[in-house]
């Protein structure tokens, strides 16, 4: 099993819409959680960390669910520059060490 | 403000020959650095991180090896190249304590 697992998509959807993405991770010692996207033949780029609470950062939110080991990242009012791949990230208790999950891609279309 | 460097941006190199790719910071003193591999439809996989100069951790087996012979400076070497260390590879920097890491533009290596 991998220790992050996302779905693959590609999400394909018009502009405006909401999109949810989810993310499992499989250690249940990790302790941080984060959200990177990546445009196409580009490095990953730090989106938002995921706190236990929940967060929101303008048109995004992040969820987390300790119990299910399951990340979600909520985008609304999708525009074509989100188009781009979205990557879930662990990092476990007490290592620098951050684990990816091979990423989501969403392509928003006019 | 920091900015990190990567080069070359990509390369293309037989089976069997050597491999060094660079990777500077800027505006930072004793990052915490890191080298990661992302193979197509793959995610980004740590290889080697160094938490000072001369320090390496090795995260996987492999016919790579790296050096941190400054502070910011760190290198990915292979004496020989396999076909299977095609991808991209990425360098990324934190600042010690922090869980943020920052990553450079990255080298597209191709093995043929």
């Given at each position: 099993?991998?220790e992050?697992?996302?779905?693959?998509?590609?999400?394909?959807?018009?502009?405006?819409?909401?999109?949810?993405?989810?993310?499992?991770?499989?250690?249940?010692?990790?302790?941080?959680?984060?959200?990177?996207?990546?445009?196409?033949?580009?490095?990953?780029?730090?989106?938002?960390?995921?706190?236990?609470?929940?967060?929101?950062?303008?048109?995004?939110?992040a969820?987390?669910?300790?119990?299910?080991?399951?990340?979600?990242?909520?985008?609304?009012?999708?525009?074509?520059?989100?188009s781009?791949?979205?990557?879930?990230?662990?990092?476990?208790?007490?290592y620098?060490?951050?684990?990816?999950?091979?990423g989501?891609?969403?392509?928003?279309?006019? | 403000?920091?900015?990190?460097?990567?080069?070359?941006?990509?390369?293309?190199?037989?089976?069997?020959?050597?491999?060094s790719?660079?990777?500077?910071?800027?505006?930072?003193s004793?990052?915490?650095?890191?080298?990661?591999?992302?193979?197509?439809?793959?995610?980004?996989?740590?290889l080697?991180?160094s938490?000072?100069?001369?320090?390496?951790?090795?995260?996987?087996?492999?016919?790579?090896?790296?050096?941190?012979?400054?502070?910011?400076?760190?290198?990915?070497?292979?004496?020989?190249?396999?076909l299977?260390?095609?991808?991209?590879?990425?360098?990324?920097?934190?600042?010690?304590?922090?869980?943020?890491?920052?990553?450079?533009?990255?080298?597209?290596?191709?093995?043929l």
């Amino acid at each position: 099993r991998k220790e992050v697992e996302q779905d693959p998509g590609p999400f394909n959807v018009p502009e405006g819409a909401t999109v949810a993405f989810n993310c499992t991770y499989s250690n249940s010692a990790s302790q941080s959680f984060f959200w990177y996207r990546q445009d196409c033949r580009k490095e990953p780029k730090l989106l938002m960390s995921v706190y236990s609470s929940g967060n929101e950062d303008g048109r995004f939110t992040a969820q987390l669910n300790r119990a299910s080991q399951y990340i979600s990242l909520l985008i609304r009012d999708s525009k074509l520059s989100d188009s781009a791949t979205y990557l879930c990230v662990v990092r476990e208790r007490g290592y620098n060490k951050l684990i990816f999950g091979a990423g989501t891609r969403l392509a928003v279309h006019p | 403000s920091q900015t990190i460097h990567q080069w070359p941006a990509t390369l293309v190199q037989p089976v069997g020959s050597p491999l060094s790719l660079e990777c500077t910071v800027e505006g930072t003193s004793n990052p915490n650095l890191y080298w990661y591999r992302q193979a197509a439809g793959r995610g980004l996989q740590l290889l080697f991180y160094s938490v000072g100069i001369g320090q390496i951790s090795s995260e996987v087996p492999q016919n790579l090896s790296a050096s941190r012979p400054q502070d910011r400076q760190f290198i990915l070497s292979s004496k020989k190249l396999l076909l299977s260390d095609s991808g991209f590879y990425l360098c990324a920097w934190s600042v010690p304590g922090s869980e943020t890491q920052y990553f450079g533009p990255g080298t597209r290596l191709l093995v043929l």
